[in-house]
């Protein structure tokens, strides 16, 4: 390979202070590594061996295969003129190779023809073909003291339109993040127009530092505390071609979390050399398939508990492999956009995610209803069988707090409408639902029918007034897809008039169904016709020069043409954003409306939707492996800034027995976002469904009644805006049981909650952390920790426990969130082994923006429980009504609070105290002693 270069020598230029040496300059974080360069074409004559064995040779041939191209002095054509530079280029180790042929049907003649290395390797899901060392780019000139580079390439790569001349810029955000963002300083390219907080903090402390390599460029982040390097760019070439973007990022661990939205295991394993696509993409969930969100952020856990997690905002196609290299390679490849990394450098994981949530946004705490459960189904056959399902739950003492609507209650599916007809006592039933303290959610699909006669579907007729319709390529009429009710056209919500647009048809209707939240589904954009009903003109937006693994095999299966254009740009771009900007209207909408906390839940997501939507899983099956896989779903979400996520109780698809109703329900208790939902073909799977047993019923109630018992404790953890539902591994980094566990987790700190999973099971297998634990319903003590443990679980009972340490507020419950409200509250003490706990209270009106509030702290030390009230400005009354001790090791003789004997029981055998029929305002100091 003519004029390519191995480098042979690191010298690092550092300085307390800007300095500049032989033009390079470095500062007290970064540095500037400079190479000495070594020909690797000079080599003698006899230890040539031929890259162009065939006829034909000539030097732009040679070239293009990454070889060296010399004629001998002599002219001898014995000797060959094309020939493989000395060792370097092919003989690199497997997480040195940046693949150099993607697509299937590689061979070793297709990857040569490229200029490209052939050698296979064991090492599953490593490149066979892959760029030569050496042909990536280089830095050319070093500006702003060492923080930005401008970078260049000596060869193009067989992709279309190189950008043969970058800049990289490092921006020190904070003392645990740092910004790398690769782009093409002469050309303007696509960036993703999301409202990031870059608010930046001091970064004289940093636990981190970067170098900054100069050929071949790359960039190494390194933890100062450990000298572990957490981010590392220089293992294999960089390619940066107008659809084609590739860079290899080494870690330093096994241990990685994150990325989505694909079914998996909640920790990716690494071992099966996993590629995960992010294309957002309407399906139904199954393993190695793209789903509807897009989250390109992976945490990692070091061996030594440490924690580091790398986000790349690029919203075109994506897909990212993880390599069982050593160190563990991911590779991305992206099909537009430019490369913008953070990094962040913990150092536990819950620093982690909080710092990422920084960045991306902070989920606003949800009203107090939308805790409750959810009571949907598509498919109740019309007014008669919606009321009858509400009665039955209620005849049955069943809490729940909302009634949803499916597609079932529009004229033809239409958004904006509702069917007379079969639904003509639907704004009763809204009506009596919200005279009950409950509540009322519709669904809305982005697909607006364009078949209505002009002037009978205002929602289409004043779409096309205000132009607010995704266009076709030639910007000329809407695109045409096809959804539920047929032909449609999609409102572009980049467009500046389309909220107001969306605004309008939200108020006129709810005018007429006083709906308390939305629910909006299909915004992919999912369409039944691939492109358009007139398919997609030929192109490389709608056929790349390479294709991501999809479902459905190209970037139009069941969405509008790559072409499309959008206000803001193409939908080639702008796809995996559909659903977020469809969410922030939705949000802003409803808020404006309501004048009240919006409810939104939205099946597609991108980074940053949780600051406006909850999360659902989608169309999922009825089925045991679906009720495992919802728990890395839910983990998964609390990660991406998605806190309030759940998935359909029971299945959507499919039928559910009342077994795995009820082990669904017990799990279902515990998922942040708490609904049952139903296809309409399959039966129906609510508690009090009519086809199963009294026993069944029995079970399913006590199930929502212990949701309904914790809602004060889940309120005040969502208040955090932290992760709610969390893995064991957050709490116990340093733990190397805990990496892989996903059939267990927390919430909070807390709460440990251990489901079945399985048929027929009534024991489950326990991981207990070497802690401190407690049996949640009866105090008993956990005797071993440390290891796993057989535990009971029969069909009636959830195995929670509570961590040593913590107290959790409680309530008495009710039918609903607003009779509950009102009820007695509890308090659960967990003694730790230090005989201390710690836990508080977050209260308000559950509904209001920005409402005043109670937050009560409370303290255990040894014999003595107090509270602290430190915000009291939400006039309410607030009873505390029980306290329940664990851990008290010798019966009390007298029980105190505020000074007076109390009454109380004290169990020998768990050594718990009981405080019963208290009656105590929580918004005065308490003191409670034995």
């Known amino acids: 390979m003519a004029g390519q270069y191995l480098s042979l020598l690191h010298i690092t230029y550092l300085a307390l202070f800007p300095t500049c040496v032989h033009g390079f300059c470095g500062n007290n974080t970064g540095h500037i590594v400079v190479e000495r360069d070594q020909d690797l074409c000079n080599m003698e004559n006899p230890s040539r061996k031929d890259c162009h064995p065939e006829l034909g040779a000539t030097p732009s041939k040679c070239q293009s295969r990454g070889c060296c191209w010399r004629i001998p002095d002599d002219n001898d054509i014995r000797v060959p003129w094309c020939f493989y530079p000395t060792v370097a280029p092919c003989h690199i180790t497997v997480e040195h190779r940046a693949e150099c042929y993607p697509e299937t049907g590689a061979n070793e003649a297709s990857c040569l023809s490229r200029g490209c290395c052939w050698k296979s390797t064991n090492v599953k899901g490593a490149p066979y073909c892959f760029h030569p060392a050496g042909e990536g780019y280089s830095v050319q000139k070093v500006i702003d003291y060492g923080k930005s580079v401008l970078l260049t390439r000596k060869r193009h790569t067989h992709w279309p339109s190189d950008v043969m001349d970058l800049?990289?810029?490092?921006?020190?955000?904070?003392?645990?993040?740092?910004?790398?963002?690769?782009?093409?300083?002469?050309?303007?390219?696509?960036?993703?127009?999301?409202?990031?907080?870059?608010?930046?903090?001091?970064?004289?402390?940093?636990?981190?530092?970067?170098?900054?390599?100069?050929?071949?460029?790359?960039?190494?982040?390194?933890?100062?505390?450990?000298?572990?390097?957490?981010?590392?760019?220089?293992?294999?070439?960089?390619?940066?071609?107008?659809?084609?973007?590739?860079?290899?990022?080494?870690?330093?661990?096994?241990?990685?979390?994150?990325?989505?939205?694909?079914?998996?295991?909640?920790?990716?394993?690494?071992?099966?050399?996993?590629?995960?696509?992010?294309?957002?993409?309407?399906?139904?969930?199954?393993?190695?398939?793209?789903?509807?969100?897009?989250?390109?952020?992976?945490?990692?856990?070091?061996?030594?508990?440490?924690?580091?997690?790398?986000?790349?905002?690029?919203?075109?196609?994506?897909?990212?492999?993880?390599?069982?290299?050593?160190?563990?390679?991911?590779?991305?490849?992206?099909?537009?956009?430019?490369?913008?990394?953070?990094?962040?450098?913990?150092?536990?994981?819950?620093?982690?995610?909080?710092?990422?949530?920084?960045?991306?946004?902070?989920?606003?705490?949800?009203?107090?209803?939308?805790?409750?459960?959810?009571?949907?189904?598509?498919g109740y056959g019309g007014s008669s069988g919606m009321n009858a399902t509400i009665q039955r739950m209620r005849n049955k003492q069943m809490p729940f707090d909302t009634i949803w609507s499916d597609i079932d209650y529009m004229v033809k599916k239409m958004d904006w409408t509702y069917d007379h007809n079969l639904y003509g006592q639907l704004p009763d039933i809204v009506k009596d639902a919200h005279s009950h303290g409950q509540k009322y959610v519709m669904i809305l699909d982005p697909g607006i029918s364009n078949t209505q006669p002009r002037g009978q579907y205002a929602p289409y007729d004043d779409g096309i007034t205000e132009d607010i319709f995704v266009k076709t390529a030639d910007g000329s009429a809407p695109i045409v897809g096809e959804v539920w009710p047929g032909r449609t056209v999609f409102p572009d919500f980049t467009h500046p008039k389309a909220?107001?647009?969306?605004?309008?048809?939200?108020?006129?209707?709810?005018?007429?169904?006083?709906?308390?939240?939305?629910?909006?589904?299909?915004?992919?954009?999912?369409?039944?016709?691939?492109?358009?009903?007139?398919?997609?003109?030929?192109?490389?937006?709608?056929?790349?020069?390479?294709?991501?693994?999809?479902?459905?095999?190209?970037?139009?299966?069941?969405?509008?043409?790559?072409?499309?254009?959008?206000?803001?740009?193409?939908?080639?771009?702008?796809?995996?954003?559909?659903?977020?900007?469809?969410?922030?209207?939705?949000?802003?909408?409803?808020?404006?409306?309501?004048?009240?906390?919006?409810?939104?839940?939205s099946r597609s997501t991108f980074v940053g939707s949780g600051n406006y939507v909850a999360h659902w899983e989608g169309d999922n099956f009825a089925d045991w492996s679906d009720l495992y896989y919802s728990i890395p779903e839910v983990l998964s979400f609390n990660m991406f800034g998605i806190p309030f996520t759940g998935v359909d109780i029971c299945g959507f698809r499919g039928d559910s027995d009342e077994e795995l109703c009820t082990r669904w329900l017990q799990l279902g208790a515990f998922y942040p976002f708490m609904r049952s939902h139903n296809q309409d073909v399959a039966p129906d799977k609510d508690p009090a469904a009519v086809r199963f047993s009294s026993e069944a019923h029995d079970r399913n109630r006590e199930a929502l009644r212990l949701r309904y018992r914790l809602l004060p404790f889940l309120y005040s953890l969502m208040s955090r805006k932290k992760a709610v539902a969390r893995p064991l591994v957050f709490q116990y980094p340093k733990d190397s049981s805990a990496y892989g566990i996903d059939k267990q987790f927390l919430w909070g700190d807390?709460?440990?909650?251990?489901?079945?999973?399985?048929?027929?099971?009534?024991?489950?297998n326990a991981y207990f952390p070497q802690d401190t634990w407690y049996d949640f319903f009866s105090g008993a003590e956990v005797s071993t920790t440390g290891q796993w443990t057989v535990i009971s679980a029969p069909l009636d009972k959830i195995n929670v426990h509570i961590r040593g340490g913590s107290i959790i507020p409680t309530q008495v419950p009710d039918v609903n969130t607003q009779k509950s409200r009102r009820n007695d509250f509890g308090l659960v003490v967990a003694s730790s082994s230090r005989k201390t706990a710690q836990g508080f209270l977050y209260w308000d009106d559950g509904e209001s923006i920005d409402a005043p509030f109670d937050h009560i702290q409370f303290n255990l030390n040894g014999e003595r429980l107090t509270s602290t009230v430190k915000s009291s400005n939400y006039a309410t009354t607030m009873t505390l009504g029980s306290v329940d001790v664990y851990g008290v090791a010798t019966a009390p003789t007298i029980v105190r609070v505020n000074g007076i004997g109390v009454a109380h029981t004290y169990d020998h055998v768990n050594k718990v105290l009981h405080a019963t029929r208290l009656k105590v305002d929580l918004l005065k100091p308490l003191t409670m002693t034995w």
């Open 167 to 378: 800049q990289a810029e490092v921006v020190e955000h904070t003392d645990s993040r740092l910004q790398m963002k690769i782009y093409d300083p002469n050309n303007k390219r696509y960036e993703v127009p999301l409202p990031l907080k870059k608010a930046s903090s001091s970064t004289e402390h940093t636990d981190y530092s970067y170098n900054i390599n100069i050929d071949p460029f790359g960039l190494t982040v390194t933890r100062k505390s450990t000298k572990s390097v957490l981010f590392d760019t220089s293992l294999a070439p960089l390619v940066f071609s107008d659809q084609m973007i590739q860079i290899s990022v080494g870690v330093p661990t096994t241990n990685l979390y994150g990325i989505g939205e694909n079914r998996k295991p909640f920790r990716i394993q690494v071992e099966q050399s996993p590629i995960f696509s992010l294309w957002n993409h309407d399906g139904i969930p199954k393993i190695q398939a793209n789903q509807y969100g897009s989250h390109p952020f992976v945490l990692g856990i070091e061996p030594n508990g440490d924690a580091f997690g790398i986000f790349l905002l690029n919203s075109n196609a994506l897909d990212i492999t993880v390599l069982p290299t050593s160190p563990v390679t991911i590779r991305y490849r992206a099909l537009g956009g430019i490369l913008d990394f953070y990094v962040f450098t913990g150092p536990t994981p819950d620093d982690v995610v909080d710092q990422y949530w920084a960045l991306i946004g902070q989920p606003p705490l949800p009203p107090y209803w939308s805790l409750g459960y959810h009571l949907s189904r598509w």
């Open 499 to 601: 909220e107001a647009w969306w605004q309008k048809h939200t108020l006129q209707m709810h005018s007429k169904l006083p709906f308390d939240g939305l629910w909006i589904d299909m915004n992919e954009p999912a369409s039944f016709k691939p492109g358009s009903e007139n398919g997609c003109a030929s192109s490389t937006l709608e056929n790349p020069p390479y294709t991501p693994t999809l479902e459905g095999g190209s970037l139009i299966d069941k969405t509008l043409c790559m072409s499309a254009k959008f206000h803001d740009g193409l939908h080639y771009n702008l796809h995996n954003l559909y659903g977020y900007f469809e969410s922030r209207a939705t949000y802003n909408v409803l808020k404006s409306i309501l004048r009240k906390r919006p409810f939104v839940l």
């Open 750 to 764: 807390s709460l440990l909650i251990t489901p079945v999973l399985e048929r027929g099971h009534t024991t489950v």
